[in-house]
């Protein structure tokens, strides 16, 4: 049963649907010998006969009848494989993506919404998270492709800076600009989130020391307690500036070279695009460049 792989199920449909060994032979462009070697190997295998072997040819035993819906389903399903894998082919087939939450919220709606109606045959599916969460999941496989922020310098991924965000510090609307040292409350997503680690640069850059950290699992909900007065964060401007919570919190400018975090589109080195894949990397980078 070990041995029973996509070529010997090959053979035995190609029997099946000819009735001849030498017509399945012909149909495969090989020796009628070699046809015959793998039928009785696979036969073996399987504790069963598949064939009626008579003058007129090859007819399809009890056995062979059960087999043949398999033998056809996973002939099928190899041929899609390999249409999705080909680059040169039309896009079909799932496509796995991840996104840092800002970056899904703001810059991709309009660019999977118009994927999906190019390439609708393309079953899309989009994980969101922090960043760092994204890394690995492209690195263990679970994602061929993921937007994160910052720079990803790893000998198995390929990165492309596909936007760059201005990053800004946010407090509540009563709140003074934070230029003083003082002690102060922040919140931010969880670990793995690039905008966190770069806030983390700037407190210690400027030698301030919170008075607490704060870590919450949502960004509405980060802003929605900034705005609250409960702490300060800091986030893309384009995130911050949507309403409701450009009327609840105060924008502050950040200094160089804290205010800017580059969004990148990262893949496995050692994985080649699929269709689906390609034709979203094209996409992407025709779509996000007129945003840049």
């Not at 975090?261 to 894949?277: G, K, W």
Request: hydrophobic share 40%; charged share 25%; aromatic share 4%.
């Amino acid at each position: 049963m070990d041995d029973m792989d996509s070529n010997a199920l090959k053979i035995f449909l190609a029997v099946a649907e000819e009735g001849s060994v030498s017509r399945a032979a012909e149909r495969l462009h090989c020796v009628q010998s070699n046809v015959t070697t793998r039928i009785r190997k696979l036969e073996a295998d399987l504790g069963a006969e598949l064939f009626h072997r008579t003058r007129k040819g090859m007819g399809l035993s009890a056995a062979g009848h059960l087999l043949l819906p398999y033998a056809r389903s996973v002939t099928h399903l190899l041929h899609e494989a390999r249409a999705a894998l080909d680059p040169s082919s039309a896009p079909c087939g799932p496509l796995r993506l991840g996104a840092m939450d800002t970056a899904a919220v703001v810059h991709l709606p309009a660019l999977l919404a118009g994927y999906h109606r190019e390439y609708p045959d393309v079953d899309l599916q989009l994980s969101t998270g922090a960043s760092g969460e994204m890394v690995q999941r492209v690195l263990d496989y679970s994602l061929e492709g993921a937007f994160v922020g910052g720079r990803v310098e790893h000998p198995d991924i390929v990165a492309e800076e596909v936007l760059c965000e201005e990053l800004v510090m946010v407090t509540s609307s009563t709140e003074p600009v934070v230029d003083e040292e003082s002690v102060l409350s922040v919140l931010v997503y969880r670990r793995g989130c690039s905008c966190r680690r770069k806030l983390e640069e700037w407190l210690k850059h400027t030698r301030r020391t919170p008075s607490r950290v704060v870590e919450m699992g949502a960004l509405d909900a980060i802003l929605g307690c900034v705005g609250a007065g409960m702490g300060i964060t800091m986030l893309p401007r384009s995130f911050v500036t949507r309403e409701p919570f450009r009327s609840l919190v105060h924008i502050h400018a950040v200094a160089p070279p804290f205010d800017r975090l580059p969004i990148q589109l990262i893949r496995r080195r050692d994985v080649q695009p699929s269709s689906a894949m390609h034709s979203f990397l094209g996409m992407a980078r025709e779509t996000l460049a007129a945003k840049s």
